[in-house]
């Protein structure tokens, strides 16, 4: 398994910017695959990015492209996310996670470990 520590969640208004940021240690073949989800109140986790640790391909949740970037930094073990134009409905808990699995997927079932999420609300 690996660990994972999401940090830089918080309050912003709606159209200003956060940049998370998840911490990897552990084995590399455990984190193949990372991905962000989020989960707001009352509703089921929902995939926003991937990326593959080796290469760096990326893929989006629909609703996310063109506002939020996933990147990686292999000397830091780093992944992150960052959100543009922020919307209320980004309100989340942001997860971050690992998959051990070569296959890209955007279920969280796909995934093995998890970290303990980084609250981002966004005002109106």
């Known amino acids: 398994q690996v660990q994972l520590v999401e940090s830089g969640g918080g309050l912003v208004q709606a159209g200003g910017s956060l940049r998370l940021s998840c911490v990897a240690s552990?084995?590399?073949?455990?984190?193949?695959?990372m991905g962000w989800f989020r989960q707001a109140p009352g509703k089921e986790r929902e995939f926003v990015a991937g990326?593959?640790?080796?290469?760096?391909?990326?893929y989006y949740a629909d609703s996310e492209k063109g506002r939020f970037t996933i990147s990686r930094d292999n000397a830091k073990n780093t992944v992150y996310l960052q959100m543009n134009n922020l919307k209320p409905e980004d309100t989340a808990v942001y997860y971050c996670?690992?998959?051990?699995?070569?296959?890209?997927?955007?279920?969280?079932?796909?995934?093995?470990?998890w970290g303990q999420g980084t609250q981002v609300t966004v005002s109106s």
């Open positions: 552990g084995r590399a073949f455990s984190r193949r695959v």
């Open positions: 996670a690992a998959s051990a699995s070569l296959r890209v997927g955007a279920d969280p079932a796909d995934f093995d470990s």
């Open positions: 990326i593959v640790w080796i290469g760096g391909s990326t």
